[in-house]
């Protein structure tokens, strides 16, 4: 029988993925690397690497033990190609063999690469997902909005989750509407579960302590589940401790508080550690058990078969310029406190703090703060696109760029969002506690003690109403901007105009 390579990426740690399904554990080999290129594509958080090369190893020991060839490379193993295609070459070397079995990557980048391979590489459909690549173009064939919740209706008919018959359990869809609390005074959950670093983790906290030193984020401690069963006790920490609560506390945000009631689970579903139905399935159970409400359970399993399926269609429709996309001309560079958290701005140095410490933060902070204030002050999207790549443990291509390009900064002109996500610093306050602390008077709405959410938003405004000064979605803001006297509207632009000089000329802002 002829040898074939079963290509194995860090973020398809799954039993059932494709290419193991169509392989023979009897001839095939499992190719499975650590290499410099996909750790450096951009340049990952300590922890989003420490936890892919834990997670690799540890299921590579289990393939082992099930009865399959695994030939595995470490990334310090003196042969070591550096790229995934020079490693299977170097593995066709070896074994002799002529022909890969792969399962879609995640990234266009590697796809490519991928079919560059001077094997042949048989890339199967990642069927991890609820949604096929073709399913999400019959269902956007014709239609003039994607809007995310027609779409989540058809998932949620599909999958019969949350279901009475044929019509939504307790009568509506979306709950949305009763999970905009704001920040509570006391948060009764501890966080997800910590997990301790056994052998096969230290390993490999040494081995990125001693190559990614210099890189942006704290690797210790680290505390995340790096198989399938520590992932699975995770989530059923999640599901009692938490998701009671999660609905009604999902946009809200606080200084000391870094998880809140949310999961923390995306980088474990995003690597094949957890699947999308038994995630979806225990927190149907809770609720049909009575221990979480509709307005939580229904709210999270939103967020998984509604936007996380979306997102990937949208960016497998879109193709592989969609993260070059750039609808508002946006060209101002990253300012430096996205790495170093150094600003005035409490609740961004907070939000930066935390995705240093934990690679994590939820999506509010992702999007209002971090997001919302790069949109404003016009930061290059590729820019902000790498940054959201690099900085999260649950970041692939797939995911981010849609939310990031799309969702946050409206650089796709569109498609993800009907109108920018932008907002003046009223909605942090009312959302969080950041502003108590902050050196900036949310307030105050112009001058230099102003928050600076308050005048960028004005100004951000004034600057595209070409743009967006028909949408009947934003009508209400510039009609609130016409009616602002000139001085004021004059303040709030002044005031824009000295802020982003002064963080152009490197002043601490
Ligand atoms: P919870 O709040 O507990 O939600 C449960 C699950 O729902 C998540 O684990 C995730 O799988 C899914 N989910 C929720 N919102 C989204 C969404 N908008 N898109 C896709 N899945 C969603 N998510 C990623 O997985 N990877 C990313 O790189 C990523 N980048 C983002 C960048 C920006 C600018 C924004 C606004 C959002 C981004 N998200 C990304 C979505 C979301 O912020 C994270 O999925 C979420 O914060 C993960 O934390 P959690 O597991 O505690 O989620
Ligand atoms: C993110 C990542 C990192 C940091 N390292 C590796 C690696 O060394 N080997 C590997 O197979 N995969 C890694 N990954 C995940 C890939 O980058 C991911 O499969 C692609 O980006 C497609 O989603
Ligand atoms: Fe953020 Fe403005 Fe509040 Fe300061 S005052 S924390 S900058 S929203």
């Known amino acids: 029988m002829t040898t074939r390579l079963v290509l194995i990426l860090g973020d398809q740690l799954s039993e059932d993925i494709a290419a193991l399904r169509e392989a023979d554990r009897d001839s095939d080999v499992v190719v499975m690397a ?4 996909e750790a450096s594509y951009v340049p990952h958080h300590p922890k989003k ?34 790229s995934i295609p020079g490693e299977l070459l170097r593995a066709a070397e070896a074994t002799g063999a002529t022909e890969v079995l792969a399962t879609e990557p995640g990234e266009f980048r590697l796809i490519a690469a991928l079919e560059d391979c001077p094997l042949p590489v048989n890339q199967f459909p990642d069927d991890r997902f609820l949604c096929s690549h073709a399913e999400f173009e019959a269902w956007a064939e014709g239609r003039k909005e994607l809007r995310m919740e027609w779409f989540y209706r058809e998932m949620r008919r599909k999958t019969g989750l949350l279901m009475a018959g044929d019509k939504p359990e307790g009568g509506k869809w979306n709950y949305d509407h009763d999970n905009r609390k704001p920040a509570p005074g006391e948060v009764s959950f501890g966080g997800p579960m910590r997990f301790t670093p056994g052998e096969t983790v230290e390993e490999v906290l040494e081995l990125v302590e001693a190559r990614f030193a210099d890189s942006f984020g704290t690797l210790r401690p680290f505390w995340f589940a790096t198989d399938q069963g520590q992932a699975r006790r995770a989530l059923a920490h999640f599901v009692t401790g938490a998701l009671p609560r999660f609905g009604d506390y999902q946009d809200a945000m606080l200084d000391d508080e870094r998880f809140l009631y949310h999961s923390v689970i995306s980088m474990y579903l995003n690597a094949g550690l957890l699947g999308w139905r038994e995630v979806c399935d225990a927190a149907e159970e809770a609720y049909r058990a009575g221990d979480a409400p509709l307005n939580a359970v229904e709210g999270f399993i939103r967020q998984i078969i509604g936007w996380r399926e979306y997102m990937r269609g949208i960016y497998f429709r879109e193709g592989p310029d969609y993260v070059r996309r750039n609808a508002l001309g946006h060209d101002r560079k990253l300012p430096d406190f996205y790495w ?19 690679a994590y933060a939820h999506h509010i902070q992702r999007l209002m703060v971090t997001g919302n204030f790069a949109l404003l002050a016009g930061i290059d999207p590729h820019e902000v696109h790498e940054w959201y790549l690099a900085v999260y443990a649950d970041a692939y291509e797939w995911v981010e760029a849609p939310n990031v390009i799309g969702m946050s900064q ?8 009907s109108k920018p996500y932008v907002s003046g610093g009223n909605y942090i306050r009312k959302m969080s506690d950041y502003c108590t602390k902050c050196a900036y008077d949310v307030g105050e709405k112009t001058g230099r003690d102003a ?7 004005w100004d951000f405004l004034h600057r595209h109403r070409d743009r967006f000064g028909r949408n009947p979605r934003m009508a209400q803001m510039y009609r609130t901007w ?8 004059e303040a709030a632009v002044n005031s824009a105009e000295a802020f982003l000089a002064r963080l152009d000329a490197g002043e601490r802002v």
């Open 34 to 37: 650590e290499v410099m290129d």
């Open 49 to 82: 690497i420490a936890f892919l090369f834990a997670a690799m190893r540890k299921f590579a020991a289990r393939l082992t033990d099930d009865g399959w060839t695994v030939r595995y490379t470490r990334l310090d193993d003196p042969d070591n190609a550096g």
């Open 340 to 358: 170093t958290a150094d600003t005035k701005m409490r609740c961004v140095s907070r939000a930066v703090e935390q995705t240093r410490d934990e």
């Open 410 to 417: 409206f650089a796709d002109g569109g498609i993800v969002g």
């Open 451 to 457: 928050c600076p959410f308050n005048y960028l938003y």
């Open 482 to 489: 016409a009616r602002m006297s000139d001085e004021r509207r």
